[in-house]
């Protein structure tokens, strides 16, 4: 990894997006709208493969962002980082339908955002252990497996309900 403390520094800053990290109150949450913002439109002026891939490679520069702003503040999990609440809710989106009627877009944004946060903030079930891994692979991995777990149970409603979901038009 560099030492450059300055470099490190500043990837320290994007791991918490900032200023998003160091808002007062539910930096996390503020963080989650942020991606499913971001996110939807990538999906919306792209197309699915091109925001897998670039979820792909977010997730992989994010564990780097993660290991610079522990080497630079020496500490396990700290909450000013974000950048693992956009890979978890990025994962999350893949559950929204394919629609053209506007009200059923925002109530499956609504779905994928609640479902991750409440994944994201209980740790049900393995998402916790998940969390004791170590370093920046801690810090992200338990916010995917929360997003992955938001997605398979918004899928599983969707899909009940006979929504096409965005994922099918690979």
Do not use: W
């Amino acid at each position: 990894m560099i030492n450059n403390k300055r470099f490190l520094s500043f990837l320290s800053k994007l791991a918490e997006v900032y200023p998003i990290g160091h808002v007062k109150y539910a930096p996390g949450t503020l963080a989650s709208i942020v991606a499913i913002i971001f996110g939807y439109y990538i999906l919306i002026f792209f197309n699915i493969k091109f925001f897998l891939l670039f979820v792909f490679f977010f997730i992989i520069l994010s564990y780097f962002l993660c290991e610079a702003h522990i080497r630079v503040y020496n500490k396990k999990d700290p909450k000013e980082i974000v950048v693992d609440e956009f890979g978890g809710q990025f994962i999350a989106l893949l559950g929204i339908i394919d629609s053209n009627n506007i009200n059923h877009i925002l109530i499956s944004l609504l779905l994928s955002f609640f479902l991750f946060r409440f994944f994201d903030i209980t740790k049900l079930g393995p998402i916790k252990r998940f969390e004791k891994l170590p370093g920046g692979f801690g810090i992200i991995t338990d916010d995917l497996v929360a997003g992955l777990f938001a997605f398979l149970i918004q899928a599983a409603i969707l899909t009940s309900l006979d929504q096409p979901l965005i994922i099918k038009t690979l």
